[in-house]
């Protein structure tokens, strides 16, 4: 990548937020009756219903076959446990409100398409996006399995529940309703195709279709993204924001580093490692705005600490991970 990829990475992303966030604005002053909540979840509906599925299936198909794929989700699991660990060691002195809700924003990071996947993608290309797909899939079941029932505990003091959050993940995880596990079905399609080598279509017009509709779901995640946007509170936790960007751009950096410099690549590849090290800069997710609604804990604190960590990201970590990427993989040989 040079700067001129640099650039057009971010006019990619940051266009379409920009977009979203005026338009909602124009739209709200000049047309109050207008249902601006039914609009912003249309959009994530149309997304997750008709495109992500379909990309998941198409690039997990795609991949050549690897036993060792299968521990790029154990390395997500691995790298949202040590942000969990850091978080309460950083935040243990704050309100528990605001511990909760720091410790959440710690642990979850952008790993999935709206970050992850698309620098996977910018960086190493379709397989890299195939694999940043595999890597994802802990997620549900660390979110209902582990944080969620934690959070429960630590809110009620009681362990008596855990069974009842098994049963959720469960029930969630099942519920064909839910437009937002299609995602995840799209996952099970596509490694039962990954696992049983059926040959995928040679046709390149579907291949190209395919490469079109990646573009066209990041443009809608951002689109959103600026929509949902609410400018006047990003700057009401900016210490704390300090504290989650060291923890998030620095430090669990650093120790991923020095992790996968003692694994060797007959374990892990020099492509699976590069994934790795790609999602251990990831900023904050926006699950950790969602898990705060949930939970009652502070909405504006996880909103504030999202939005800071993706500019921030996007502005200056994403461009010296340009300039420095390639010492990165000399590192991880």
């Known amino acids: ?159 008596q529940n855990y069974e009842n959050f098994v049963n959720i993940f469960i029930s969630h995880l099942f519920d064909f309703k839910d437009y937002r596990n299609y995602p995840i079905y799209g996952l099970f399609v596509g490694l039962a195709l990954f696992l049983m080598q059926i040959p995928i279509p040679k046709v390149d017009i579907l291949d190209f279709f395919m490469k079109f509709i990646v573009y066209v779901s990041i443009v809608l995640y951002y689109f959103h993204l600026g929509w949902v946007l609410v400018v006047r509170k990003m700057f009401l936790y900016f210490k704390e924001f300090l504290w989650v960007g060291f923890i998030k751009f620095l430090l669990l950096p650093v120790l991923v580093l020095g992790i996968l410099n003692f694994i060797p690549s007959s374990f892990l590849s020099s492509l699976d490692k590069q994934i790795i090290v790609m999602m251990s800069f990831m900023p904050s997710a926006v699950y950790s705005i969602i898990t705060s609604s949930l939970f009652s804990l502070n909405r504006d604190l996880s909103s504030s600490i999202f939005v800071l960590t993706t500019l921030f990201f996007l502005f200056l970590v994403f461009p010296l991970l340009v300039l420095f990427w390639e010492e990165f993989v000399l590192l991880l040989r």
């Open 1 to 159: 990548m040079n700067i001129k990829d640099i650039i057009s990475m971010q006019f990619l992303l940051l266009l379409p937020l920009g977009i979203g966030y005026l338009l909602k604005r124009v739209i709200s002053l000049q047309m109050q009756t207008v249902n601006l909540d039914r609009i912003s979840k249309g959009i994530l509906k149309f997304n997750l219903i008709f495109l992500e599925p379909l990309i998941v299936v198409w690039f997990i198909w795609k991949l050549h076959f690897s036993i060792n794929t299968f521990f790029l989700p154990f390395s997500g699991l691995i790298l949202v446990v040590i942000g969990f660990f850091l978080g309460m060691l950083f935040f243990r002195k704050y309100s528990k409100r605001n511990f909760l809700t720091l410790v959440v924003i710690s642990s979850l990071a952008n790993h999935g398409y709206t970050m992850g996947g698309v620098m996977s993608y910018f960086f190493l290309g379709e397989e890299g996006l195939s694999k940043s797909l595999i890597f994802i899939s802990y997620f549900y079941f660390y979110l209902y399995g582990f944080l969620f029932p934690w959070i429960h505990i630590q809110k009620e003091k009681t362990a």
